[in-house]
């Protein structure tokens, strides 16, 4: 304890004279100092010396600035940079504005796609192999790819109910009120069209406009028009069972539209409508197959939402419809798999063995290249520009079995978005197997 005490007293008396040496330094410097200002304010004013020194630091300030500026060039150069740089900048934001527009472009036809494909499987997946199946085939004189305006015509299960409500025995127009009776017919059998719609002149003439005749394709929209088979006494015995040739074209008074269009209801089972055979049909392209069919497609105008119903996808230019069907190759002998009818049906780039051509010159009512083919109809007789599967040529010596049914159906498409962004569209091929 005591070597410790004597250690601490040692330290101590280190520090302090540490201490002492340091202050007694301080006290000199200071010293110093106040005797070096005492003989600097003894002498004489030097105004020489004074001038000297301001322009000495006055050049050195110059000099400081010259340093810390930018020449011409380095000026022009920092400009040129600059504006690469804002030319490389716009152009990568053009691109992502333009890849932007693009994806939504591709999004929004991929969606009306989606749409057509889901309803077509929806409703052809009830399909009613035992019911009248019509097809009509059109196409235009496009060189390189013609655009087709096929429609079909079927009888198919599933639930069904009307898009407009019915008031008593008739539909209620869009721009009358609601009232507590209306209501909404409903059925478990549907006559379902596909077709491309037809329009209004204009909003005062309601005199029908073709798609065929639209001057820019991508105006034209697919329609899908849906009648419900019904038995309730409470709405229009319509079409006349015992006339439905004749009753089919009745007029709505309301609109001065077909009931055809108008309607969401047939009175007409299906056992009926199975029993129909070519007279009932009508000769030579009667009323039945000119009504639903032929010179009518679906109506849908977007200035008038009585129609709206119809809509299935805007902007749709083509609607192209085959079905699937064997054939031998004349080179290796071997039978593909074809589809009827196309304009090169085994694929060889050459349009000599187009089943349209064909068809023509096998039938002399058929004047272009359209026609028709009816399944399921009693007598299988040719009627007009109509025909049953027996009297189909796919090749110029063939034609298809008088009991042929379609196994698949190819449907091909081409969709546009509503800007218009993606030239000539997206085409879309989508097959529906009949059989299970």
Request: net charge neutral; charged share 25%; aromatic share 12%.
């Amino acid at each position: 304890m005591k070597e410790w005490l004597q250690s601490l007293l040692k330290r101590r008396a280190v520090a302090v004279t540490r201490l002492v040496s340091v202050a007694s330094n301080v006290q000199r410097h200071c010293i110093r100092n106040r005797s070096r200002r005492t003989k600097r304010a003894a002498q004489p004013f030097n105004e020489g010396r004074f001038l000297a020194r301001c322009a000495v630091k006055n050049l050195c300030m110059s000099c400081d600035v010259t340093k810390r500026g930018f020449t011409l060039v380095e000026l022009m150069v920092a400009v040129g940079l600059m504006g690469l740089i804002i030319a490389f900048s716009s152009v990568i934001f053009r691109f992502g504005v333009d890849a932007h527009r693009i994806s939504s472009a591709s999004a929004e036809i991929m969606q009306k796609a989606r749409a057509i494909t889901e309803q077509l499987n929806s409703d052809l997946k009830g399909l009613r192999r035992d019911g009248p199946l019509v097809i009509w085939f059109e196409q235009d004189n496009t060189v390189d790819e013609p655009n087709r305006y096929d429609q079909i015509m079927f009888f198919a299960d599933g639930e069904f109910s009307s898009w407009r409500l019915y008031r008593i025995r008739e539909p209620v127009p869009m721009d009358i009120g609601m009232l507590a009776d209306d209501k909404v017919v409903r059925g478990n059998v549907g006559r379902i069209q596909y077709a491309l719609a037809s329009s209004y002149v204009s909003a005062t003439n309601h005199s029908r406009v073709y798609p065929f005749n639209l001057k820019d394709k991508t105006d034209r929209n697919l329609a899908r028009r849906c009648h419900i088979l019904t038995a309730d006494d409470l709405l229009e015995q319509w079409p006349d069972g015992n006339n439905i040739g004749t009753s089919i074209d009745d007029t709505w008074p309301s609109t001065g539209e077909r009931k055809n269009e108008e309607y969401e209801h047939d009175s007409v089972p299906v056992s009926r409508w199975k029993a129909l055979d070519n007279t009932d049909f009508g000769a030579l392209g009667g009323s039945i197959l000119v009504t639903c069919i032929h010179n009518y497609p679906p109506l849908f105008d977007s200035r008038d939402p009585n129609t709206f119903g119809k809509l299935l996808s805007e902007r749709v230019s083509s609607f192209k419809i085959q079905w699937a069907y064997w054939d031998r190759d004349l080179l290796s002998d071997n039978f593909e798999l074809r589809w009827f009818p196309g304009d090169d049906p085994d694929g060889d780039q050459q349009k000599n063995d187009s089943h349209f051509t064909l068809m023509q010159g096998k039938h002399a009512e058929i004047t272009g290249p359209r026609f028709g083919a009816v399944f399921n109809v009693r007598d299988n007789q040719q009627m007009n520009m109509w025909m049953p599967p027996g009297m189909l040529y796919y090749d110029q010596t063939d034609t298809f079995a008088a009991d042929f049914f379609p196994k698949a159906l190819k449907f091909t498409f081409t969709v546009y978005d509503s800007k218009r962004i993606i030239k000539g569209g997206r085409t879309f091929t989508h097959i529906v197997y009949l059989e299970d």
